[in-house]
């Protein structure tokens, strides 16, 4: 059973500070028995170095200050190359990265899909409801890495997805060949990189010999305007 905070499910169903009446209450509280019910939830993870560069960028790109090129980070993990300033500054400090997929699989997409056709307002709920469901499966998964972690004396960044920030999204397929995602989770991708299941998420996590464990949740490292920011 993947533990859900019904305030979680509240947020993606925009009750900002508002708590929602007995009704609609009452129907997310069955909307999730119903979404535990069909859950699947499958992950896979692994450790990796990482290491860090710079690329010079060029004027075509506006990057120049002062008619000098400024250096974008470049982030060598598994294989995968990412420039992305956001993520550099995420990982800043770090030796080695945890990447991740996990899901909480198919059963979901279909309850939404019934619900789309007899129930417009159960759709839209079993959407916010796995949303945080998925999130909390994260969570729980985070909270092992970081176990892990401490173990070796390390201590966790928080995760970061592709699509946070300029962290590409089009780094996902890199993701699903690490992770070999439809082998060990049965993740696949479209070609508009959405992965299917839908409740599924990727993500990085820096592991470093300093400070202490920070795990706050992307929406505070994410720059992108969303109405679903906590």
């Not at 993947?2 to 009452?26: A, Q």
């Not at 159960?122 to 890495?145: F, H, R, T």
């Not at 991708?189 to 998420?201: A, C, I, R, W």
Request: hydrophobic share 35%; net charge negative; aromatic share 6%.
């Amino acid at each position: 059973m993947i533990e859900t905070d019904l305030n979680e499910v509240y947020r993606y169903l925009g009750f900002h500070g508002i708590k929602p009446s007995p009704e609609i209450t009452g129907m997310i509280q069955e909307c999730l028995e119903k979404l535990q019910e069909v859950s699947a939830p499958r992950s896979f993870y692994l450790y990796a170095p990482l290491e860090v560069s710079a690329k010079e960028t060029s004027s075509e790109v506006g990057q120049q200050t002062c008619g000098e090129a400024m250096p974008v980070p470049v982030l060598s993990f598994a294989g995968i190359q990412v420039q992305s300033k956001g993520l550099a500054k995420n990982l800043e400090g770090c030796q080695e990265v945890c990447l991740l997929a996990a899901t909480i699989g198919p059963g979901v997409d279909l309850l939404i899909r019934r619900a789309q056709v007899s129930a417009m307002s159960k759709a839209v709920v079993y959407q916010a409801a796995g949303a945080a469901m998925i999130e909390a499966y994260v969570d729980s998964l985070n909270e092992q890495i970081r176990q892990e972690a401490r173990a070796r004396g390390l201590y966790l960044r928080p995760r970061f997805s592709p699509g946070y920030g300029d962290f590409s999204l089009a780094h996902q397929s890199d993701f699903a060949r690490v992770l070999q995602m439809q082998k060990t989770c049965g993740i696949t991708l479209g070609s508009s990189l959405l992965m299917t299941p839908s409740k599924s998420v990727t993500a990085v996590i820096g592991l470093s010999e300093q400070g202490t464990d920070c795990l706050q949740p992307g929406c505070d490292t994410c720059e992108h305007p969303c109405e679903y920011r906590r």
